[in-house]
T-cell receptor, first 112, second 114 residues
Framework: KQEVTQIPAALSVPEGENLVLNCSFT??????LQWFRQDPGKGLTSLLL?????REQTSGRLNASLDKSSGRSTLYIAASQPGDSATYLC???????????FGEGTQLTVNP | EAEVAQSPRYKITEKSQAVAFWCDPI?????LYWYRQILGQGPELLVQ????????DSQLPKDRFSAERLKGVDSTLKIQPAELGDSAMYLC????????????FGSGTRLTVV
């Protein structure tokens, strides 16, 4: 059974820092991997989607990488801002059309 | 921008009572999903619909949970009877085609069972 682990569970940084969130998975046979953001009490907002054939995706200050052989993905946030404070969830899909398997998330706090 | 609508936003119910949640997906989205998210954990799929048909309900506790999407549009998730352990966020999501990426999540219903 696929397991997704996110480290750290919580992270607090001062504004302006560059930071890395980690996601690991146990079975490298994945279809794609996706990073979501969740604000307190809200639904999920998709940030970046990486197909299994890709190594990374970028959107603004966000960069996500995927290394299937080692079962790892990282989300890099450059020049963090207080508005980046949220829980970041990593999830993957094992085959086209299958369910999303989520990690437990990293709760990020960016202090002004 | 099109959204997935969910109601109510918050629900408090006593254990052993019945509770229902409603979801209206984005127009034209054939696939609808119900996820449950316990505080501090990632969401887990409860049920997936393709139009009005269930395609995955393997993790739905069928002794107390039921879901329907009668006309292939909006959907209702019901719990009867509710238990304390059902306290969670219930998220609905939709996609145009389950084979194509592009989930849109609603804002969720926060259920507290007392």
């Amino acid at each position: 059974k696929q397991e997704v682990t996110q480290i750290p569970a919580a992270l607090s940084v001062p504004e302006g820092e560059n930071l890395v969130l980690n996601c690991s998975f146990t079975d490298s046979a994945i279809y794609n991997l996706q990073w979501f953001r969740q604000d307190p009490g809200k639904g999920l907002t998709s940030l970046l989607l990486i197909q299994s054939s890709q190594r990374e995706q970028t959107s603004g200050r966000l960069n996500a990488s995927l290394d299937k052989s080692s079962g790892r993905s990282t989300l890099y946030i450059a020049a963090s801002q207080p508005g980046d404070s949220a829980t970041y969830l990593c999830c993957l899909r094992e085959t086209s059309g299958s369910r999303l398997t989520f990690g437990e998330g990293t709760q990020l706090t960016v202090n002004p | 921008e099109a959204e997935v609508a969910q109601s109510p936003r918050y629900k408090i119910t006593e254990k052993s009572q019945a509770v229902a949640f409603w979801c209206d997906p984005i127009s034209g989205h054939a696939t609808l999903y119900w996820y449950r998210q316990i505080l501090g954990q990632g969401p887990e799929l409860l049920v997936q619909f393709q139009d009005e048909s269930v395609v995955d309900d393997s993790q739905l506790p069928k002794d107390r949970f039921s879901a329907e999407r009668l006309k292939g549009v909006d959907s209702t998730l019901k719990i009867q009877p509710a238990e304390l352990g059902d306290s969670a966020m219930y998220l609905c999501a939709s996609s145009k085609d389950r084979m194509v990426d592009g989930y849109t999540f609603g804002s969720g219903t926060r259920l507290t069972v007392v």
